[in-house]
């Protein structure tokens, strides 16, 4: 590949791809638009494209000349953050009191047709290196595509658009849509893009201007779309207005042309898997989300009985793993109206459905109750954690969350990679071998003790302990950004040494090391260990061990006691800025205090809240029968009586028969009472012994023959 790099030029055999055909579904195979095509390329030669990519998009980014209102393909970009600055143009513009449209674009065929002699300008302009340049030249001439079907083959010269499966291609598109941005639009016009699909947000006083505005617009990004040989689809550019407090309506909307073709006027489109609509009440969007989640729940379940049998551990993890993000996307765009108790309600029912599957309760148990019975957050809550999470680990904005403030500034940010050239992505191997007791050798521990930290640095020179050092931290600190810090500290004293060209350092951390061993990493700490590393390198020989921690071993065992003697100090020596995984701990013991208070206060679930009085992120997963004590929904007479299936709600002995009637005074379960190990004045305790849980079937399947069968199904 470097002599790739010196001829400044690709093997022609690297340029052929080979292609393959993927049917659409539910679409006629008989006509060509009906596949889309994929084109597979050699493996060294998308190596070698992936490494001339890292440095292109590095020259970019350091110049400042990668637009951040391209969302698509995009480090810290995503399709929440697309959807997000969609909401926030929507708002900025609602503000001014004006009247408000989206015109959602489709770019016909763009990585298929968009002009090659577009990127290698934007390559000039970018001041890109000859040879990288050179390179980008020759592999975009003498392409080949080859489809081989029926013992048959064809090549086909492949002269436009960017190269077809290579790894290359989404960054030459953007480089191209860059340019999109520096149109000039009238003003209250503004366009983002993720990828190639393009939402324009027009502004105006009146529908008129609306219409002028967005004419006037559109005409400059068709004059655009010409100058780099693409053009924009009329057939699929939609135009919504947005109707939320009356400024638009969907009977007389702003009449927009598009290459003199009228654009068709919807009530809502989908924007990367999210359905807006005019009003921004998001109603259509949750709908169909929760129709798909229905649908899974029932396939799912079916699925699991037949092949699974009624594995609750395994359809929590579907639930957590699959059901939950799924229902959950979008919270870029629907999360700022999070605080309305009808998006709230709406969430927490779409969450019922597969709450009632993953329990096997009856299906008139409440939803608050399945929440606690499944040991799973309530989802509006769940999306309030998304939501904060998202504001300010990627956003890098405040939010308050309850009682909780989160300040973004507390928090250590995120690396971008493409910050330092690729050429600095060293690794830094790790050996597993012991100390010697030669040499210079450096052990580095972090501890932390009674919620304080404190990380060390121990040096033996030939066996003999020299040196020790230890600080304490801020009590926010973790254990891992201890052991980074006993690391800065040992390399801090390899820089001071000026006589001893071997040193080995040790660490039980493990993460830190395969941390340091990776090529990549977004954790700022690290980036500058290895800027040192690299410095130290240059001079010194020195390598990196592992030991396993607490096994005898005389310096990783003083480098311990040193970092825990450190957190006795009064006040800590360094204040590190809160690790990204604080954020976690801190959001779910405000939601966990927030839904402990709304199962307090709830109506419903009151029969589940005298078993289960706290509320806990661990399911509590039991058979059907246990299921009817624990809930209270089941064959018992007060239950028929509630839903009107019996004409009075006494059991046999004459008492009001519900749950505790037949665990603490019935004459009829009395033989099977005194077996229960409980107290009856503390319910919860009867599920504190699992010899309680074959008794409580027998009681309850004894309770279900005293009573008539009412129904010809049981109600689930």
């Not at 302009?125 to 595509?145: E, G, K, L, S």
């Not at 229902?327 to 779409?350: D, E, P, V």
């Not at 008139?364 to 504001?391: C, H, M, N």
Request: net charge positive.
């Amino acid at each position: 590949m470097n002599a790739c790099l010196r001829v400044r030029g690709f093997p022609t055999s690297w340029k052929v791809s080979k292609l393959i055909l993927l049917g659409k579904p539910g679409r006629d195979l008989t006509l060509p638009k009906s596949y889309r095509p994929i084109c597979l390329l050699t493996v060294f030669s998308k190596l070698l494209d992936k490494l001339l990519t890292h440095r292109r998009t590095n020259l970019f980014y350091t110049k400042g000349l990668l637009n951040d209102r391209q969302h698509g393909f995009r480090i810290g970009k995503s399709c929440e953050t697309a959807n997000n600055a969609l909401w926030e143009d929507i708002q900025e513009a609602l503000r001014c009191k004006g009247k408000v449209c989206l015109i959602s674009l489709d770019v016909q065929g763009a990585f298929d047709t968009v002009w090659q002699q577009s990127v290698l300008y934007r390559l000039i302009a970018a001041q890109c290196p000859f040879n990288i340049f050179a390179m980008v030249r020759d592999y975009f001439q003498d392409r080949t595509v080859q489809y081989h079907f029926n013992n048959n083959s064809w090549s086909f010269p492949d002269t436009r658009g960017v190269p077809q499966g290579s790894c290359s291609g989404p960054f030459y598109w953007n480089i191209v849509l860059d340019t999109i941005f520096t149109v000039d639009l009238p003003t209250g016009c503004s366009v983002q893009a993720f990828a190639d699909y393009l939402i324009l947000l027009v502004r105006g006083e009146t529908k008129r201007d609306i219409e002028i505005k967005s004419g006037v617009a559109l005409e400059r990004l068709v004059s655009w779309a010409h100058k780099h040989k693409l053009q924009f689809n009329s057939d699929k550019t939609l135009l919504m207005p947005l109707t939320f407090g009356g400024r638009l309506t969907l009977v007389d909307p702003p009449r927009v042309f598009l290459n003199g073709q009228l654009l068709q006027v919807h009530k809502g489109f989908r924007y990367l898997g999210v359905w807006w609509d005019g009003s921004l009440t998001f109603t259509d969007h949750f709908n169909r989300v929760r129709k798909r989640v229905d649908l899974l729940s029932c396939r799912l379940s079916v699925v699991a009985d037949r092949f699974f049998s009624r594995n609750a551990q395994l359809h929590l993890r579907i639930y957590k793993g699959a059901i939950e993000p799924f229902i959950l996307y979008g919270y870029g765009a629907w999360g700022n109206r999070i605080h309305l108790q009808k998006i709230r309600s709406t969430l927490n029912s779409i969450q019922r459905r597969p709450l009632l599957q993953l329990t096997g309760a009856y299906r008139t148990v409440s939803t608050v109750a399945l929440q606690v019975v499944a040991g799973v957050l309530p989802l509006d809550l769940k999306a309030i954690e998304a939501l904060a999470k998202f504001r300010v680990k990627v956003l890098r904005r405040d939010m308050e969350v309850g009682s909780r403030a989160f300040c973004s500034s507390n928090y250590l940010s995120r690396v971008h990679i493409f910050a330092s050239h690729p050429s600095t992505w060293t690794v830094h191997p790790f050996l597993y071998t012991g100390p010697l007791g030669s040499d210079i050798e450096i052990f580095t521990d972090g501890s932390k003790m009674n919620g304080h930290v404190g990380c060390s640095v121990v040096v033996y020179y030939h066996g003999q302990l020299i040196h020790t050092e230890g600080h304490r931290l801020n009590d926010e600190a973790s254990v891992y950004q201890a052991e980074i810090s006993g690391f800065t500290l040992a390399l801090s004293f390899v820089q001071r040494i000026l006589y001893w060209d071997t040193v080995r350092i040790y660490t039980d951390s493990l993460s830190l090391l395969q941390a340091l061993a990776a090529a990549q990493t977004i954790d700022p700490a690290i980036w500058q260990l290895k800027a040192t590393l690299r410095e130290i390198k240059q001079n010194r020989e020195i390598s990196l061990h592992w030991v396993k921690a607490h096994v005898g071993t005389a310096g990783n065992e003083m480098a311990d006691l040193v970092a825990k003697h450190a957190t006795t100090k009064a006040q800590p020596d360094q204040i590190l800025l809160r690790p990204l995984t604080h954020i976690n701990s801190e959001l779910k013991a405000e939601l966990l205090s927030q839904w402990q208070d709304r199962w307090i206060l709830a109506v419903n679930g009151r029969t589940t809240a005298e078993f289960l009085p706290q509320v806990a992120l661990s399911p509590h997963f039991y058979n059907r029968c246990i299921l009817q004590i624990l809930t209270g929904h089941g064959r018992f007479p007060s239950y028929f009586h509630r839903f009107a299936l019996m004409d009075h709600d006494l059991c046999e002995c004459g008492q009001r028969g519900d749950v505790f009637h037949y665990i603490r005074n019935c004459p009829r379960t009395g033989d099977l009472r005194s077996k229960l190990v409980f107290d009856p004045l503390y319910p919860p305790s009867l599920f504190e012994h699992n010899t309680n849980f074959p008794i409580l079937d027998q009681l309850v399947t004894r309770v279900c023959g005293m009573l008539p069968n009412v129904l010809k199904k049981r109600v689930f």
